[in-house]
């Protein structure tokens, strides 16, 4: 196979979009899932379907990493879905960083190194905040948290440096995406739609989010342009407060935005995941400003509207 982009988490709510748009353009993606079989018909007309562990450095899978043209890895357990018993923990971690050290030890051993390597990582990695005004604008520049989801993504950022040099690494230290397929906008739906909705926590903590489409024009840029490396933070230029959220969504959908969702119902549900989910952190794009990327969906309720009228 020539110019393959092999692709991990290709069945998520970032990876179908990516996948379902390179395959239209006729590229030739390899699928790699722990279920390659589920993931044919979640990501149809793909080159390749095949199955991969990420406790494993070696398999089959390893030979599509041979020259290809680029290495996408998405894949990990997802964070803030369910109780965070010690198992999910440990999970949340090893899905990340040993999948991604795993990866790259594959790629060591190619003797025709990929091209690029995209690797995903998350805002988390500033630490967790009460209020938007508890930091400064954080770019790329500013430093790590010390928390536990800070240290996901400070392990699995370093585990991806260690690439090949000849290989152009790049880190998407992507915020909250907006889509109707998953993730805090998914979540946040149901409540509003039955007239139950509102912020969740205290409102204060701020939100940078980022809409799928820019996400994944995102990720299409640092395949090709060389000028992406290294972090680039994935948010739109203005993060909002919790409260300015719920407010946005409220008046897009036509529904109150009123009744919050109080931090011990989601500590009654999540455990110690609670405090990542009513915390935030007020993070800008300084790489993408640099490298002059002009934003589909730069304001908030403009995107809002643009998903849910348009109910993708
Ligand atoms: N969406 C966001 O708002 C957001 C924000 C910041 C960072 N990110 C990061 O960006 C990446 C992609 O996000 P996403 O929202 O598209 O993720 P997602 O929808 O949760 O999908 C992630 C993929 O990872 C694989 N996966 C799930 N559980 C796993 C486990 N226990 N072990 C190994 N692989 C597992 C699955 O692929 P298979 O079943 O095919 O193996 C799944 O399709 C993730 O690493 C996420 O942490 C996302």
Known sequence: MEGQIVITGATGVIGSELARQ?????????VLSRSPESASAKVPGAAAYTSWNYNNAEGEW?????????????????LLEGRWSEEHKVESYNSRVVGTRNIVKAMQKTSRKPEVFISASA????GAFENCTDT???DEKAPAGGDFLSKICVDWEKAAMEAPGETRTVILR????????GGM??????PFNLFLGGPVGSGSQCISWLHIDDEIAIIR?????????????LVAPQPVSMKEFAQDLGAVLFRPSLIPVPKFALQLLMGEGAEYATKGQKVVPGMLN???????HPSLREALKNLLEKKR
């Open 136 to 138: 400064s604008d954080l």
């Open 62 to 78: 390893t030979n599509f990493l041979e020259g290809a043209k680029a290495v996408i890895h998405l894949a990990g357990k997802p």
């Open 221 to 233: 840029q640092a395949l090709d342009n060389p000028s992406y490396k290294g972090p680039v933070n």
């Open 290 to 296: 640099n490298l002059g990327y002009r934003f589909i």
């Open 174 to 181: 992507t915020g909250i995406v907006l889509s109707t397929k």
């Open 22 to 30: 390179l395959i239209a353009e006729g590229e030739n993606i390899v």
């Open 123 to 126: 805002i988390g990695y500033y």
């Open 185 to 190: 906008l998914q979540q946040m739906l149901m």
